[in-house]
């Protein structure tokens, strides 16, 4: 064989107790589960150790990584084996080329992906779908299921005019189209988004679709029995439960799988999870599949000024500042005595919040011995108020005073426990690949075990695994995956089940274009295989390029 586990703990994604045994994998596959005996190229001992299917991740924006990083860093470190890019109505293809700047635009606005990234990390050898997924299976490592972005199909279909009107009849059929063509090259459904604004702060192209023009292109869907994705209006529980209804009657009347994300549960909201949950469990009683997607960890924004954050988005000064300014408009913004007064005013109600923020990171001699510090305190070492202790710092570090917020937005275990383990959840909106220098993305998964499982028992070891495993693959239609069974695709994850948890210690990940993100691997796992292949290991990552495009049409 290949590969023997031998001794591991079989968490085999079923929900089933879990048991001792060896697993043997040959030619890719899971070939025998029990007392396996024989010689093997390579064996792993997985004494006190879980092994499990490897982990998906419904929810990612990889999209351009892939592209100079086949392995998807730091995904595979986190227990991983497949991930779907191309959520929230865009991804790479199809894309004609005078269409570039306009995407990379977007991808710059919604995910905080710097331009230089794309200037320098991305070589355009592509137009199509069927080539984008060419491109991006050399050298690949972990498995990608693509979804095609609702907002590129009207930009390639309409060019300027999909960022303006509804399409007419003959607009509507061309998409259909181009989106049977993507789906046959191996997308795997389509995204679209209800609530995204480009770089000019107007709506993306998907939030220009009517009602017949969505129906017309889940209507496809259902030729290929593929998946509607939707970022939906998390910010209002109405618009939300109107969702919830219209993707129910896409689902019934065209016999599709549907998902809405992210399902955030806000402190100040307790009651919205249950109102959400209940029209979902009404929807899913008349037969219609609408999943809702829900983060199982807290999230932890990093920024600074010097590169605009969604963070501000809710104070429109600021963000006019950081969005549209250049450097030099900045500082003239934070020095100016009435501007930064009108600043100040603004951002008063989010008070709490500074008061929270530690100081991560400066250049400067004079300000190392503050950082780990929140404003809090080291406006009360300077005699002010946290707002003007974060921008004094700022200007003092030429806009590169790094902040971190930890934890943001943790809320009571008791809500977010049960939400996690209820059957018609789908764990997942992790966004790895995004927010570069912004939100700290992943951690979901050592979250889940060492949070969830181990703290709250609000899921078993069984149920959670299930969950991010089998659960997944069923929902998106990834055939030999999501279970430890013979003859299945041999994506296997073996992880400390004491001490799998998200990583303590943050690190910055390079990027094209002089960039970095900022990460933080899970603590616990010990072995991922992707394809029969190892592809990482507590000791780091290997040079295994197993890594498939789902569903394998190509």
Known sequence: MDIIIKNGLIVDGSGLPAYSADLGIEDGKIVSIGNVSGDAKQVIDASNKVVSPGFIDPHTHFDAQLLWDGQARPALAHGVTTIVPGNCSLSLAPLKAEHRMKLVGMFNQIEEMPIKAFEEGVEWDWETFDEFLTRIKKGLAINVAPLVGHSVLRLWVMGDESMHRTANPQEIEAMQDLL???????????????????????????????????????????????????????????LTIARIDQLAELSLKHKITTTFSPLFVNADDSELPKRVMARVEEQFARGARVWPQVQTRPVDISFCFEVPSLL??????????????????????????????????EAQRMNALWESLVLRQVNS????????????????????????????????????????????????????????????????????????????????????????????EALTLES??????????????????????????????????????RGEEY????????????????????????????????????????????????
């Open 365 to 456: 001699d004079a300000n190392q011995a503050l950082v780990g510090k929140t404003l809090k305190e080291i406006a009360e070492m300077r005699g002010t108020s946290t707002v003007d202790v974060m921008i004094d710092l700022s200007l003092e570090e030429d806009l590169q005073a790094h902040f971190l917020s930890s934890n943001m937005g943790h809320i009571d275990d008791e809500v977010i426990g049960p939400l996690l383990a209820h059957p018609h959840v789908h764990i997942g909106a992790s966004d790895g690949g995004a927010h570069i220098l912004s939100f700290a993305t992943y951690g979901d998964t050592g979250y889940l075990f060492s949070h969830f499982v181990k703290e709250c």
């Open 312 to 345: 501000f988005i809710r104070l429109p000064g600021w963000y006019q500042v950081m969005r549209f300014g250049s450097h030099e408009d900045i500082v003239a913004a934070f020095s100016d005595p009435e501007r930064r007064s009108a600043l100040a005013a």
């Open 507 to 554: 690190y910055t990940q390079d990027v094209p274009g002089d960039g970095s993100r900022y990460v933080r691997d899970a603590l616990g796992i010990d072995t991922v295989i992707v394809g029969g292949s190892v592809a990482y290991t507590s000791d780091g990552y290997t040079d295994a390029a197993r890594g498939e495009i789902i569903p394998g049409a190509v």
């Open 180 to 238: 049977r063509q993507c789906l046959a090259a191996g997308a795997v459904g389509l995204s679209t988004s209800f609530v995204d604004m480009d770089e000019t702060l107007q709506p993306v192209p998907s939030r220009y679709a009517d009602a017949s023009e969505l129906d017309a292109l889940a209507s496809v869907l259902g030729e290929f029995n593929r998946m509607l994705q939707i970022v939906h209006e998390f910010y209002d529980i109405d």
């Open 464 to 501: 959670a695994v299930k969950k991010i495993t089998s659960d997944t693959a069923l929902i998106w239609g990834m055939p030999d995956r999501g279970l430890l069974r013979e003859g299945y695709i041999a994506d296997v994850t073996v992880f400390d089940p004491e001490t799998i948890a």
